[in-house]
């Protein structure tokens, strides 16, 4: 079995496609190394050897080892060095890399296959003493870090200490004989630690070495990281075997991080940092503060123009905006990694919009890989009403490293942050710097505060993968966490005060402020344009408040899928009509009580109408149980019963009456309207006189009356006789002509399973997919937060299900109720309302299941469009 595929000069033997095997580092190098690009050769050895290691208990599958003899050798052929030679010795990297990018989550060793021997061949070799130790002693630090669990700040202790010693400030002020002696120290540290020499034999170092990038794999770190990220399915970690160019040559070499595009704005503009004379991390690793890449255009302007050049033509081949690492040695440039950068909303659809117009993809292209629903998401957030001004404090400025408004308490570190965040409490993590051990606390809080790092810190990239607002690198705070509080010199912040953070333009402020509404760019419209010109299936939205409507019909809904008339009783003023109505004795008490409610609801959907001109609007009918609109408490009772104007006791005893042991199971849905006919009537009422008013105004509407929670056809035909005898009585009167439908919610299975029957005699089917999801589980949408956490943590479910549709289960009974429904009833409409219209996984679940549309609420809708398009592409 092949597990080792190499890449290089002469010969590859991967591609781009084959990330689930090489990871995205390694199908990248190889595809990279196929198009003229200068990468170091090298190997990957792929995720299977991975899965199969781990499964063995950390023995190798046979062949492995001889196959990674013939990797090693392949890049001793390319290069002209040999592993371990005294004379050309070869330095290799060992480097991480799953399929799905996981920032600095796994380990990396870099400059491989160095000992007592070598370090004097290199010296030799380069003249560069300084180099050669430096090099040495690195090794050994991320050596013992990550195989060996010596972390870095036992390295980092001795580095200090020495520096002191000696009277430097900086790490580039240590001469060759201080880093021969650190070598030394690090040595000692390496043995005292782990009671074992420090391994001298390439081969046995390039072992571990490998193992422990297997092992990292599983670290509860980055098994946390895919959890907050929801990455599933993936094998295992590929390892890629590399040779090392040294960017810690001296000033003519340097390494450095690069987008081809400016990654939280989009601008067209190469965007990064570098380091001169430095190596590997230390540019995201915040030791030294690295440059921004505009200035290498001045220190090195050939070296720049290749730079952009090679970038260029990544961007285009891969037609994707990039995240480039390179590093430069001794005036050569090399390219060490590709892979699309991650942005922000706002980033993505610049880019995706930019790109079409320079030719470099499709329109569809872009719809398709360019923008995800999340990014659309990001967008919709908030920003502060005031921008920065007002009675608020500006503490300092940063890096604006993740756009976005952000508001809440400081907190110092990521367990503080993780309980606020099941607790609900909105936090702000401050830190001098972040690491991959915080990305719980990071995925808790609002947004995420750092005094140390740049754009590509730890910090910057986690948070605008996630879209989460983040200012870092804001040097004008001192954090200290001994004292828990941080400090501009002036004011002094303590953890548990409020703070807001400014994304866009990296301010922090003190105190809470203010939110409001998104804006949108130029680019955004162009974008949705394109979007909604290719969806098939529609967006609708939930909405039972003129307001709504019209913000969901701003963002493109294509009509309302779900008004819950239920939410426009609780509205103050009308709420004790609807008590009168549950606490009356007679069906002429009751129908009194209801005629004091109609005016109020046909005015509601007057304006629903009328904001919805021209397009479809659902209206349910009565559902929830009675008793949530009584008073529980008992000084409430006392209150509401003076404002009613009966006794308390009374009350009291209708509230008893009212108590169900299963409310959701008990009496409601469509089983008010049959115990209780009046309430459809009155309900229909205020539907079709509403209507009416709007079609003598010569207005279109196209009213939808929806009987929630019908099990059997017998429900519903009862309830559409009440409705049709109500609707034609009117309209009769009237003398006007209206096309209102009247249709049912399909959220019990029994109805799923015998849609045929109902589709007979109903217009229309909206999946209720809450309540269907609830009912097909058996979980109690109200209880089901005490266990569902254990189940996602335990693996049992991957999604809480209420929040993505469980394809496999639920969604057999939409997609039975649709075809059942559909093959009596040819111009039967089919939709989903509920939590999952929006969600885009569950949206490309309706779109293959033929639904007409799907509905969800207005902030949701352009999420919901654009998986719309995407699922036809
Ligand atoms: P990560 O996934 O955390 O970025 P990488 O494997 O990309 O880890 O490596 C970490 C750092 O080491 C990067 O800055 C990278 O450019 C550098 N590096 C890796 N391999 C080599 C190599 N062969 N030569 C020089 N630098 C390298
Ligand atoms: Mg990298
Ligand atoms: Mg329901």
Known sequence: EKFVYRFGKFSTDGNRE????????????????????PVPPGFTISTEACKKTIDNRMEWPENLIDQVREGVKHIETEMGLKLGNEEDPLLISVRSGAAVSMPGMMDTILNLGINDEV????????GNERFAYDSYRRFIDMFGDVVMGVTHDHFEEAIEKLKKEVGVKEDLELTASHLRELTDRYKAIYRKITGHMFPDDP????RFAINAVFNSWNSARAIKYRQISNIHGLIGTAVNVQAMVFGNMGEKSGTGVCFT?????????????????????????????????????????????????????????????????????????????????????????????DLVEEKILSKDEAIRDLVDPEHIEQLLHPQFKDGEQAENTILGSGLPASPGAAVGKVVFDSKKAEEAGKDNEPVILVRIETSPEDVGGMSSAEGILTSRGGMTSHAAVVARGWGKPCVAGCSDIVINYKTRSFTNGEVTVKEGDWISLNGNTGKVILGKKELSKPEFSEEYQTFMDWVTDIELMKVRTNAETPEDAQVARSYGAKGIGLARTEHMFFKPGRVNFMRKMIIAESKEER????????????????????????????????????????????????????ELGVTPDKLLQKVNQLKEFNPMLGHRGCRLGITYPEITEMQTRAIIEAAIELVEQGKEVFPEIMIPLVGSVEEFVNQREVV?????????DAGVELDYKVGTMIEIPRAAILADQIAEKADFFS?????????????????????????????ILKQDPFQVLDEEGVGQFVQAGTRLGRMVNSTLK?????????DPSSVHFAYNTGLDYVSCSPFRVPVAHLASAQAVL
């Open 261 to 353: 595009r400016n990654p939280a704005t989009g601008e067209s503009k190469l965007y990064g940092e570098f380091l001169l004379n430095a190596q590997g991390e230390d540019v995201v690793a915040g030791i030294r503060t690295p440059n921004p890449i505009a200035e290498l255009e001045e220190r090195n302007p050939e070296i720049y123009k290749e730079l952009v050049s090679y970038t260029g033509s990544l961007e285009s081949h891969y037609k994707n905006m990039q995240d480039i690492e390179f590093t430069i040695q001794d005036g050569n440039l090399f390219i060490l990694q590709t892979r699309n950068g991650k942005r922000t909303g706002a980033a993505a659809v610049k880019i995706a919009v």
């Open 119 to 126: 370090v004097e061949a290199i010296i030799r070799k380069t």
């Open 830 to 838: 089919v939709g989903i309302c509920g939590e999952h219209g929006g």
């Open 591 to 642: 129908v009194a009580a209801l005629s004091n409610l109609l005016p109020f609801q046909k005015q509601d959907f007057a304006e629903i109408f009328e904001a919805m001109e021209g397009l479809p609007v659902t209206i349910r009918l009565l559902d929830p149980p009675l008793h949530e609109f009584l008073p529980q408490e008992k000084e409430e009772i006392g209150k509401v019963a003076g």
């Open 18 to 37: 084959m990330k689930h095997l090489l990871g995205g580092k390694g199908a990248n190098l190889a595809e990279m190394s196929t198009i003229g690009i």
């Open 767 to 795: 999946f209720g997919t809450n309540d269907l999801t609830q009912l097909t589980y058996g979980f109690s949408r109200d209880d089901a937060a005490k266990f569902l956490p254990d189940y996602i943590e335990r693996g």
């Open 203 to 206: 081969m046995e170092q390039l």
């Open 724 to 732: 049709d005898r109500v609707a034609q009585e009117i309209l009769a």
